[in-house]
């Protein structure tokens, strides 16, 4: 292994102890962009002075370019040197211009880091380390310059030119070309910047600020795309709103613009004042847009809107300190989320989210803390530990505090680092002071990974009850042994006769100096609820029996920890029928319980009543026996399908002929109906086929038909080709439906799933230069539990040979799809053994970029 390492060209760590401040620091940066797709030629004005005593020269980081001329001070000079890919120009005051040119070419840049091309446009992305393709520059986060942009092009096909900031002013040229000028005066970090040029028409809207600033929105896309617009600019102006009343924060602009691209490699980017999307997270009707869809949009419209000030007002120091941004950022869109819609639905889905990513990776080879102190290449950690386990400890601060301590301490943040590139450590001070708190043991949840486990126990004589409670945190790559963190549990006790709340809830701080709570005049025999609304992001072993959860499943008074009871019966149940020893009574009666309650929304039904995921089984398991644990789930789910065969008809039927609204209703009916509808077929029902199929054909709606289609994809029965035939000739233009065509298929639970997708890989729609397009084949198929873990290797050697295509196309997005690869250590030895020669072999691939080597190497550790 390590001799592979060596023998890189850049097998670099860089270490979270190893920083230092910049040498030299650029106030101010002109960028003259001549725009071309095939040549580039980009002009680079910065204003550089020296940062302290030293007599270090200027050194310019830069990415695949060569400068062609570089000059000081308005001369040109030839002393400068490439250091590695830096560029590096001796200096002698204090001050100095330095300008360089060079020349890029976007439409070979299959990256999508720097400026690049998709659709016939040009765009940028620059977190984390893209600005150094662009241009030289000191591409560190700390390092925060006011930039004016020049830009010119041919008019003709690129109409539109944008950059950060406020437009200043635009003009036409002789030769067809023609030029605009942008000013942003907010002093940021090189990754924040960002240009588009191109054929885009606008959905325009107008935002006040409490401070009554007149702000113009734009949503630029494709002029056929623009009637797909109106529900993420809505979205825009909710989240606007949404940060005012609940942070007190404003928007500091004239314009803000957002853009749509087909070519992406993460969701979308948050640059100042031009933030580039996804098109996935932007384009949205009922005809190609689910539910899921929708909601994700608006998420993510309102991430990047907050990162305005949770990122770009206040930055981060170094690349170490990214949950900074992003677990808050991720923390405060959770929250505008749940006042959307239903506060327990979105916990619960969050909640799912974590399960499904970050707690595996936290107990896997890739687990790093929050904070990490090392890596290789930083685009490998933007990842669920950073953004969601990240905005986790957001919220046990803010349950730790209570909402005005919690807003204290925000304000203070906001107040005290406004214009500056922080750290995690400040953000920490600022809710120690805000306030009123001392955080110092909380302060671990940065610094150790792994998922800590908690076990409760409640023990009850007489009137009295006490709890008991022991945390172990596992020991992960680089931290064998580690300390006990602050946990903050919310507690209550339920009487199992009565069903009455016997207590009122507590937030419990479960830290090294506790170990039991003691309870007192109690009536009857006290059930326990803890960690109600996930309060901390722990996994809890309790001695609660099954009828205990049961008994939570029907009584809790707070709707996740109900969600929560039923899915550890649920669990229980899979995990020792996986075992051999199903029964499933407890949890049909339960199911039954749900389905048959008056007072629940549908959508929280639709979310309580779902089995846990093939994937969360298995990690529950000492060894994952995917086959096993598949057998076990449909036998529960036939047993369920046909036991509860009137109620999953009636549930099914409530939804029929309503027409089509977003709303929280609307979404709640929709979704119980694909469950129910995916609980008839599991029943085995002779006419679930044409059920299914009938909603496909008169869906109004994508939700409708999606649904149908994802239960008819895992059918035996022949319907299943002629619906994915249609749907593929009424959709195989429209990029972002197709995608869900391919991963449909690759989620199929059929046998033969693994050669389908396979064939996939060789169709004609099927591209790796898409990241939307690669994501939905291999990174679905990557997911699926039993068919990537085909016993005979062939879904490991399938994702190795897409990784190794991709990684020479594009690194970030193949490093990315690495993950289930390296759960070998979680499989039986035969798997294990095929899994590790095909990261083998992907390590020995020779040419590979650094961002899978990492990935694979770690994983092989
Ligand atoms: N800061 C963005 C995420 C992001 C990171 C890297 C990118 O480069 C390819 C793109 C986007 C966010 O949190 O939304
Ligand atoms: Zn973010």
Redesign the pocket.
Known sequence: MLDIQNSLAHPLVIRREDYTPPEWLVPETKLDFDLDPATTRVTATLSVTRNGDHAAPLRLDGAGQKPMSVTVDGVAINDWRIDGEQLVIPLTGAAHIVETQVEIAPDRNTQ??GLYASGGNLCT????E?FRRITYFPDRPDVLSVYSVRMTADKKHFPVLLANGDPVAQGDLEDGRHWATWHDPFPKPSYLFALVAGDLAVNRSSFTTMSGREVSLGIWVREADLPKTDHALKALELAMAWDETTYGREYDLDVFNIVAVDD???????NKGLNIFNSRYILADPDTATDYDYDAIAA?VA??YF?NWS?NRITCRDWFQLSL??GF??YRDQGFSADQGSRAVKRIEDVRGLRASQFPEDAGPLAHPVRPESYQEI?NF?TATI?NKGAELIRMMAAILGPQGFRAGTDLYFDRYDGTAATCEDFVTSMEEGGKVDLTQFRLWYSQAGTPRVSASLSHDGDRATLRLAQQVPATPGQPVKSPMVLPLRVKLFGAESGAALTDERLVLFDDTLDSIEFEGLAERPVLSINRGFSAPVVVESDRTAADLAFLSAHDDDPFARYEAMQQLMLDTLVASAGGHADHEGVIAAVANTLAATDLDLAFVAEAVLLPSESFIGDQMAVVDPDAIFRAREALRRDLGTRLEAQWRQAYAQGEGQPYAYTPEGKGLRRLRTVALGYIAASGAADAADLAFAQFDSADNMTDRMGALTTLVSSESEIRTTALDIFYSQYCDNALVLDKWFQAQAQSSRDDTGAIVAGLAEHADFTLTNPNRARSLIGAFGANQRAFNNADGSGYRFLADQLIALDRLNP?TAAKLLPPLGRWRRFDSARAGLMRAELERIVRTPGLSKDLFEQASKSLE
Request: some cysteine.
């Open positions: 999508l880091m992305q620059c977190e984390a893209g992406f490699n993460f969701g979308a980017m948050e993510v991430h990047e990162h990122g941004k992003e950022t991720v685009s933007y953004y970030q």
